[in-house]
């Protein structure tokens, strides 16, 4: 099945580090979001981008829509031992055909924080 | 405000089984939508449904259908499963389609096949 390439697999870092992780696509994509998943739940959405260009925060997290459509940013400012998780781009094609929820998703950045 | 719920939580069948799946939408929405989460594939798009059609279809053999309800809830139906059919079943809702008006899943159904 298709999936975006995300980077990097995994991270260990210590607490109170600054963390960066990276999503691209060969496609053009018009939606990018991003998920974090605890182990044994669903992924719970973090940040939507709807717009080229679009930078968005939301507390410490900060996202970024490429201006060229086929990649996306995920900052983590100060990381918490609670931001521990797998961490999940999404992105929604062009869809010309109308309206669609189908989402093609990356393959997984594994964050650990140590206290 | 209730969530997503999927049941069950867990289920483990036999090669060759059928299973079902259910997934209570958040009330009001009417698009749900499914996936399947393994190790080796990650998740993966497996179909939409919006006012009781299929909307969407993603690259899954025929063994795997669903439906929708007229209360938005929906099913999913595995038939003749395989071992490669464990995995983590995930379902989200939304309001409409297009991800404008948001997409929650719920926490899953962990299918195991023995």
């Known amino acids: 099945g298709q999936q975006l390439n995300q980077s990097p697999q995994s991270m260990f870092i210590q607490e109170g580090e600054d963390v960066s992780m990276n999503c691209t696509s060969s496609?053009?994509?018009?939606?990018w979001l991003w998920y974090k998943q605890d182990p044994g739940e669903g992924p719970v959405l973090l940040i939507a981008?709807?717009?080229?260009?679009e930078l968005t925060s939301n507390g410490r997290l900060t996202a970024q829509f490429g201006i060229t459509r086929k990649d996306s940013f995920l900052n983590i400012s100060a990381s918490i031992p609670s931001d521990v998780g797998i961490y999940f781009c999404?992105?929604?094609?062009?869809?010309?055909?109308?309206?669609?929820?189908?989402?093609?998703f990356g393959t997984g950045t594994l964050l650990a924080v140590q206290p | 405000k209730a969530g997503v719920t999927q049941t069950p939580r867990y289920l483990i069948k036999t090669r060759g089984q059928q299973v079902t799946l259910s997934c209570s939408p958040i009330?009001?929405?009417?698009?749900v939508s499914w996936y399947q989460q393994t190790p080796g594939q990650g998740l993966q798009f497996l179909f939409e449904?919006?006012?009781?059609?299929?909307?969407n279809k993603g690259n899954f053999p025929g063994r795997f259908s669903g439906r929708q309800f007229s209360n938005s809830r929906s099913e999913m139906n595995v038939s003749t499963l395989e071992l490669g059919d464990s995995a983590l079943y995930l379902c989200?809702?939304?309001?409409?389609?297009?991800?404008?008006?948001?997409?929650?899943f719920g926490s899953g159904t962990r299918l195991t096949v023995v």
């Open positions: 989200a809702s939304s309001l409409g389609r297009g991800v404008y008006y948001g997409y929650t």
């Open positions: 496609s053009i994509f018009n939606t």
């Open positions: 981008l709807y717009k080229a260009g």
């Open positions: 999404a992105g929604q094609k062009v869809w010309y055909g109308g309206a669609t929820n189908k989402l093609i």
């Open positions: 009330s009001g929405h009417r698009s």
């Open positions: 449904y919006f006012s009781e059609t299929q909307r």
